[in-house]
Nanobody, 126 residues
Framework: VQLQASGGGSVQAGGSVRLSCAASGGTFKRGIMSWFRQAPGKEREFVAADDWSGGNTLYADSVKGRFRISRDHARNIMFLQMTGLKPEDTAVYYC????????????????????WGQGTLVTVSS
């Protein structure tokens, strides 16, 4: 299974970007797909997760109301629509996935995820 993240780039504060994560070699309909990010000099942090079969989504407090996670199951792609971007959103964004569900409280933790994409850089200027 491979995850390929794309869509990053440079944008001004207040702008929008849509990230994509294409999955190949497997499907995660019954599992969890998520986004994490790592800013320069900081630890990797959780952004958003989607438990499609369970009907759950989870967002980090810092992105609630601005970011939206979604999936296109027909094309096996996950998206992260980011709006109202701030300079502090600057980071490399990684997609992650696991084939089985976990409790919602664990969806925001990196360790349970089995598959990771290579990351795509989003730079937000003020």
């Amino acid at each position: 299974v491979q995850l390929q993240a794309s869509g990053g780039g440079s944008v001004q504060a207040g702008g929008s970007v849509r990230l994509s994560c294409a999955a190949s070699g497997g499907t995660f309909k019954r599992g969890i797909m998520s986004w994490f990010r790592q800013a320069p000099g900081k630890e990797r942090e959780f952004v958003a997760a989607d438990d499609w079969s369970g009907g759950n989504t989870l967002y980090a407090d810092s992105v609630k109301g601005r970011f939206r996670i979604s999936r296109d199951h027909a094309r096996n792609i996950m998206f992260l629509q980011m709006t109202g971007l701030k300079p502090e959103d600057t980071a490399v964004y990684y997609c992650a996935a696991r084939t089985r569900r976990i409790v919602v409280s664990a969806m925001g933790v990196a360790e349970p995820y089995d598959y990771w994409g290579q990351g795509t850089l989003v730079t937000v200027s003020s």
